[in-house]
């Protein structure tokens, strides 16, 4: 995928110390990607183009429509048409009801609370972990996050999430127009590597949402970082789902709004 695949330029006016400057600037693209499993129109999504296989995996595993890649036969990507096709294995069966109740528990809609929650520690139960992070290696995610930021650095308008090992290994750094797209692509990727990711972090750019604790959770991953801030229902599924919560990581400090017995203050 080039980059000019992920940004479109665009004729411009800039205001300027008083002057009004014709300039091109590069805006990141974003384009609908239609999700059908077995027939059923699933979502659309918007995303950034690239690693679309990537992001439908993680979608459908962090949405709780499968459990492990291995309920996938295939993925077939019809870009012209920026449309995906997912054939199901033959043991695995598409829960409509589980569907219908995910498309309704989005953070926008205003009914996500105490129901919510319990209806996903039903697929997914809280997370028991001892994994420990060092503060060090979590106050230098911000500006190696920065560093790794491609497309951003081009059109200064995606978000992104890094996959880290405890080691503090960048796994995996994706970025796309909407943050719980990035954090799919990546779950997805490293679902497709067999990655434990019982023993990661996931490092993302942007605010955490009540869906992004939810991603996390089912992925099993322990700890969420975010160099902004979260939601209150964010803070409260994480202290109910044994998740560690890293807000506002702006070196030199950072907020814990749960799960602080992971956060280690030696190297």
Known sequence: MTMSQHASGYQILKFDDGDLLSITDQVASEEPLQITVDGTPVAVVMRTLGDDADLVAGFLLTEGLVDSLDDLVRIDLDRAKNHVYVFL???????HARLSRNLF?????GIC????????????????SDLTVAAELLLSLPSRL???????????????????AESGEILILREDVGR??????????AAGKKIDLSRTIIQVSGRVSFEVMQKALVARIPVVSAISAPSSLAVE???????????FLRPPTFNVYAGPERISRGT
């Open 113 to 128: 609370g105490k129901a919510s929650i319990e209806a996903i520690h039903q697929h997914a139960p809280p997370i028991d």
């Open 146 to 164: 920065r560093s790794a930021q491609d497309v951003f650095d081009y059109t200064g308008g995606l978000h992104a999430a890094a996959l880290v």
């Open 89 to 95: 294995a033959e043991h695995v069966v598409l829960d």
């Open 237 to 247: 599924f994480a202290r109910e789902s044994g998740q560690t919560l890293v807000g």
């Open 180 to 189: 719980h797209n990035a954090i799919d692509k990546v779950i997805g990727w």
């Open 105 to 109: 528990s989005a953070s926008s809609c």
